[in-house]
């Protein structure tokens, strides 16, 4: 999930960041996020988080309880990504 910032997400409170870091740490706990972080020199993107989910479907659920997004700070971008890795000889 990239989060890409509206034009109030300047206005951005700590009790909407506080909320924000609150579902990633409920994401973590779940078993539901790879990782997570800001994107640095990518103008109007504020940053990703890499879900983990059984679905396209059950990953565009837990992209719209976002508070970031709910509070309108922020919208997605949801995109699938096939690993590649050893096992799969990097996708070749």
Same mark, same amino acid.
């Given at each position: *999930?990239?989060?890409? &910032?509206?034009?109030?997400?300047?206005?951005?409170? &700590?009790?909407?960041?506080?909320?924000?870091?609150?579902?990633?740490? $409920?994401? /973590?706990?779940?078993? $539901?996020?790879?990782?997570? @972080?800001?994107?640095?020199?990518?103008? @109007?993107?504020?940053? *990703?988080?890499?879900?983990?989910? @059984? !679905?396209?479907?059950?990953? $565009?659920?837990?992209?719209?309880?976002?508070? +970031?997004?709910? /509070? @309108? =700070?922020?919208?997605?971008? +949801?995109? !699938?990504? $096939?690993?590649?890795?050893?096992?799969?000889? =990097?996708?070749?």
């Amino acid at each position: *999930m990239l989060l890409e &910032k509206t034009p109030t997400y300047k206005k951005m409170n &700590k009790a909407a960041v506080i909320r924000h870091v609150d579902n990633i740490r $409920q994401l /973590d706990d779940d078993g $539901q996020m790879e990782l997570c @972080g800001v994107l640095r020199k990518c103008p @109007g993107f504020a940053g *990703m988080i890499i879900l983990r989910a @059984g !679905s396209y479907e059950e990953a $565009q659920e837990l992209c719209k309880r976002e508070p +970031l997004v709910i /509070d @309108g =700070y922020c919208t997605y971008k +949801l995109m !699938s990504l $096939q690993v590649g890795n050893r096992e799969n000889n =990097y996708l070749l």
